[in-house]
């Protein structure tokens, strides 16, 4: 079959190995694969991310020296069955899956392993229990981004943003607009978006952002709606006269009631603050300009040694999360927003390219002014 693969950082277009599903395994027809930020990364960072697999435990990571058909964000159509299989769809069904496979008794990660080979090509391999069948109306093409938008939701739930909140993302390129439409869909008020490309501002604004800023001439942090803590000594005095009211009502227990006014939401807070670029300084950035007390949910992937100044973070008791992949129960719940209208999907897709095409769309995803989502198209 026809495919594109990844080899000493160049991509092309050529014949592979036909697949054959092994015991649980579906094959699919390709309609639609995205090109990932991950892999943009993973054509010039492999055997980085390689070697920090490695210590996890995942030895198969693509290296550069490898020959890797990638993608994992796909949709296909149900074309064969292997053993084992429940045969739950009939052939021609559409279906999506979350982007891992066992074989050989071993799980490797479709489009990211020479084990695996992923949604640049024909046809692909995926865990029959892992797919998920496309609801009726719903696109390839939107159906292609089920599997980024589970993303943006995990990120979101780690968050744990909530309706009050006031959430600020920090680069809008596809996984911060992404975020962005995770947001609104949870159902939080107030989103403020950051970006230095006017092109992706537009996206921002397109995707549900309250406010849209560039960073240059005016920092999010202004534009909170409501009023966050930004020195320790206003903490202290918050602390201070609530104690004061506190102690003048006779027999009260007043420790009950702090804990009660927790419970409430009725204690300081700072918004929730997503990290969408991916390079170093964000995280320093982010830890010196915040309100105190926010919650720091890191989604952009810096692949370069990078340092922040923990005491500064612990001063202002900072959560800093890191937020990555999803769960099967998130991938379902956003393949149904999709279906439902209640995430728009409208904005993210801004080209689509053939086989002969990826190379370019590559490049192409480097200009911010120009890209969000390519998808491919293996029979275009």
Known sequence: MRAVTCHQGQLQVTEVADLDPGPGQVLLDVERCGICGSDLHARVHADATADDVA????????????????????????????????????????????????????????????????????????????????PDGVSAEDAALTEPLAVALHAVRKGAAGRRDTAVVIGCGPIGLAVIAMLKATGVKRVV???????????????????????REDPPWDHLGRRYLTEATALADTGLAAMEKLRR?????????????????????????FECVGVPGMIEQIVTDAPLLSRVVVVGVCMDADS?????????????????????????????????????????????????????????????????????????
């Open 55 to 134: 210590e996890l435990g995942y030895p198969d990571f693509m290296r550069s020296t490898h020959t890797v058909v990638m993608g994992h964000e796909f949709v296909g159509t149900v074309a064969a069955y292997g053993p084992k299989c429940r045969e739950a769809w009939p052939i021609g069904t559409r279906v999506v899956a979350l982007p891992m496979l066992r074989q050989d008794g071993e799980i490797q990660l479709t489009g990211l392993s020479e084990k695996a080979p992923g949604g640049y090509a024909e046809q692909v391999l995926v865990a029959e229990a892992m797919a998920m069948s496309v």
């Open 249 to 273: 009502v006779p027999k009260l227990p007043w420790w009950q009631a702090i804990r009660a006014a927790e419970r409430a939401g009725a204690t300081p807070r700072g918004p929730v603050v």
């Open 193 to 215: 978006a950051s970006d230095l490309s006017a092109g992706r501002r537009r996206l921002a604004e397109a995707c549900g952002a309250d406010v849209v800023v560039d960073p």
């Open 308 to 380: 922040f100044r923990p005491s500064m973070a612990i001063n202002k008791e900072l959560e800093l999360r890191f937020a990555f992949a999803y769960d099967p129960a998130e991938f379902h719940q956003t393949l149904q927003w999709i279906a439902a209208g209640k995430v728009d999907v409208s904005p993210f897709v801004t080209g689509t390219v053939g086989l002969a095409g990826v190379a370019d769309a590559f490049a192409d995803l480097a200009d911010p002014e120009r890209h969000a989502k390519i998808l491919i198209d293996p029979r275009r």
